[in-house]
């Protein structure tokens, strides 16, 4: 559900809600992050399949979405007969806020620009054009 961001302004907003706000991740995003971040070590898709109890594709769409968002890596293990499967685990926190501070910086950039159009399109009545 998209808010307003005098929504996000006025709320009790915790530390894990950037994730979402930033990111536009899910409930279940969160909750495969956060069980990735616990493990300490990396996990396949099907660990955490068993870990937020849901069903493969789902729990996968998940994983991808997080690592599209850079907030998990994906590393390839190679078995000694052959073949290979993946893990994924957590990208630094470190490495995660700087990447949060750049996106918040180009937004405030943005606004910044929005917000002089904004000013410039309406200071001077005489540019508005009526729309019937």
Request: aromatic share 8%; charged share 30%; hydrophobic share 35%.
């Amino acid at each position: 559900m998209a808010h307003a961001m005098v929504d996000y302004l006025r709320s009790d907003m915790e530390c894990e809600g950037l994730l979402e706000c930033l990111h536009g991740l899910k409930a279940l995003d969160r909750r495969c992050y956060t069980v990735l971040v616990s493990a300490g070590e990396p996990m396949t898709v099907d660990e955490l399949v068993t870990a937020v109890d849901r069903e493969r594709s789902t729990v996968y769409r998940s994983v991808q979405r997080l690592a599209s968002a850079g907030l998990v890596a994906k590393s390839q293990v190679n078995y000694e007969q052959g073949g290979y499967y993946h893990v994924y685990r957590p990208v630094s926190a470190g490495e995660i806020a700087t990447d949060m501070q750049r996106l918040l910086d180009e937004w405030y950039e943005k606004m910044g620009e929005l917000i002089e159009a904004f000013e410039e399109k309406y200071e001077d009545p005489s540019t508005l054009t009526a729309e019937h």
